[in-house]
């Protein structure tokens, strides 16, 4: 299913009615979304302690996930998938995420039409060392 060499929480099949398109008569209704998420993560604390406090909790994702879709109404997938990455990435501790948003009602002749997004966690840069002969 995934080809990773980490942990991957996900979730498949995601369903949200949201606002989304270009169209004035798309900014008039909702449409369904359908939302797959990996996100990558060292799940080793959760599979011993068996407490989903040492977990990422794929429930309140899909809920966050659900809300941010609801409240962003964009215009375009492609800034709704990055924004919901950026989201998810800032809130929870993952390293990578790969998203992808289909909109199976877009295109009659076409089972789903989407995009699909591939995020890092930025990592945190050291301090600069300072050597004895910066102080001159």
Same mark, same amino acid.
Request: with cysteine.
């Given at each position: 299913?995934?080809?990773?060499?980490?942990?991957?929480v996900f979730v498949k099949g995601l369903t949200v009615e949201a606002v989304i398109g270009v169209y004035a008569w798309e900014r008039a209704i909702t449409q369904p979304l359908l939302i797959d998420i990996? $996100?990558?993560t060292d799940i080793?604390?959760?599979?011993?302690?068996?407490d989903v406090n040492d977990a990422l909790n794929y429930k309140a994702v899909c809920d966050d996930v659900s809300a941010w879709c609801q409240a962003i109404k964009a215009q375009l997938l492609e800034h709704l998938a990055g924004q919901i990455a950026d989201? $998810?990435?800032a809130?929870?501790?993952?390293?990578k995420i790969t998203l992808s948003i289909a909109k199976p009602t877009a295109i009659k002749?076409?089972?789903a039409v989407g995009v699909q997004i591939t995020r890092y966690a930025t990592?945190?840069?050291?301090k600069p060392v300072v050597?004895?002969?910066d102080d001159a």
């Open positions: 299913m995934f080809h990773t060499e980490s942990d991957v990996a $996100l990558e080793s604390r959760a599979a011993i302690s068996d989201k $998810l990435l809130k929870y501790s993952c390293h002749q076409a089972d990592a945190i840069e050291d050597s004895k002969d």
